[in-house]
């Protein structure tokens, strides 16, 4: 069997000792690096006048020759006013590249000392950078589409009811009616009813290599409030392209895609790839990893920032073939394309998105 990239020598080309090993001088000359190319000229992130500006070296600092405004490295960027030092946060960012399924803040907190609400803040930061910079523009070839349920996970009733053939056989196979059951079949408590109310779908988008067994290329997330043709199809409509096939599960919610699509169907309560070879595994395998993730990492996620975890995992496959070194760099340039958190900044002091990013592509 061919090795995994991940476990080859080639992915391993950055590894903790060498962030380790770094100043908190030659740290911050790599964030300096990495957002203007080099030490000394840069654009003033008040005039953009580019230019030599005055150093405060003391405070890492600069003065605009034109504007008189100081800026450091991280203004204007999601880690403005930044408690953490910058070794420390080259080691966060490492740390979230490294895991392979995501990465908890109970986890940080152990490993680099910084409290919950620090891990749980910075991670926040980098997966709504990730968010922010994802490639929306419209698909094309063979796209394979599905919703996944996610968030709003009732617990089990106290009484344990008699269990009905069906859904023993539903839960056998792990499917949403074992999870949601009907209410006919099955007593829930009401407060636990409730849970479900913070249900979600996530619909996910990914386009296929054009060389066969290569896996997909793309992958583009959608946060809906339910899996149906008035969700989902305005947004598959948006971002694939009409000459595209499209290659979906046998679900209700893609029936009307014949009308405008190519559209091929695999009926997964027979197989799982059709004898033409339609399957919609490609879809399901991001599933699988962020389902594992939301049950083994993080033990749930939140309906507010779900699209953020969602994009998280989109970024992970598509980037699966990356060395790390790549990996961590480019996720570095992707926080620097961002503005001052809109989610995060003044979290610490009760700052509360208060909205759910929904039908935003
Ligand atoms: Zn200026």
């Known amino acids: 069997m061919a090795q995994h990239f991940s476990q080859s020598k080639e992915f ?6 060498k962030i380790q090993e770094l100043s908190e001088q030659e740290s911050w000359e790599c964030f300096v690096k990495l957002r203007w190319g080099n030490l000394t000229t840069m654009p003033c992130p008040s005039c953009g006048t580019v230019d030599k500006h005055y150093p405060r070296r003391a405070r890492k600092q ?112 792990n499917r949403k009616a074992s999870i949601a059951p009907p209410k006919a079949s099955y007593s829930i408590e009401p407060w636990n ?57 046998d679900g209700r919610a893609f029936s009307s895609l014949t009308a405008w699509y190519e559209h091929q169907t695999v009926r997964h309560s027979a197989e799982y790839c059709t004898d033409d070879g339609v399957n919609n595994n490609q879809a399901e395998s991001y599933f699988s990893r962020m389902r594992r993730a939301e049950y083994g990492v993080h033990h749930g996620m939140r309906p507010q920032y779900l699209a953020f975890f969602a994009t998280e995992f989109a970024w992970r496959e598509d980037s699966r073939k990356m060395p790390l070194r790549e990996k961590f760099i480019g996720l570095i340039e992707k926080l620097f394309q961002c503005d001052v958190s809109r989610a995060w900044r003044g979290y610490a002091q009760g700052h509360r998105l208060g909205f759910e990013y929904m039908d935003y592509s």
């Open 193 to 249: 009813a409730e849970k479900l109310k913070k249900r979600r779908i996530v619909l996910v988008l990914r386009q296929l290599s054009n060389i066969t067994s290569r896996g997909a290329t793309r992958t583009i997330i959608a946060v809906i409030p339910a899996e149906d043709q008035k969700n989902a199809i305005p947004i598959i409509q948006k971002l694939v392209r009409r000459e595209s096939t499209i290659q979906t599960d």
């Open 12 to 17: 391993r080309n950055l590894t903790l000792p």
């Open 62 to 173: 600069w003065c605009c020759r034109s504007c008189s405004k100081v800026f450091s490295v991280t203004t204007d960027t999601p880690f403005l006013d930044r408690k953490l030092p910058f070794k420390q946060l080259l080691l966060l960012i490492y740390l979230f590249v490294a895991a392979p399924k995501g990465l908890a803040a109970n986890q940080v907190l152990a490993l680099m000392g910084v409290t919950f609400r620090t891990a749980y803040q910075n991670l926040g930061k980098i997966r709504e950078a990730i968010f922010e910079t994802q490639d929306c523009s419209a698909m094309s070839g063979v796209v394979q589409i599905d919703g996944g349920h996610f968030c709003g996970k009732p617990r089990r009733p106290r009484r344990r009811n008699h269990m009905s053939s069906e859904i023993a056989n539903h839960r056998l196979r």
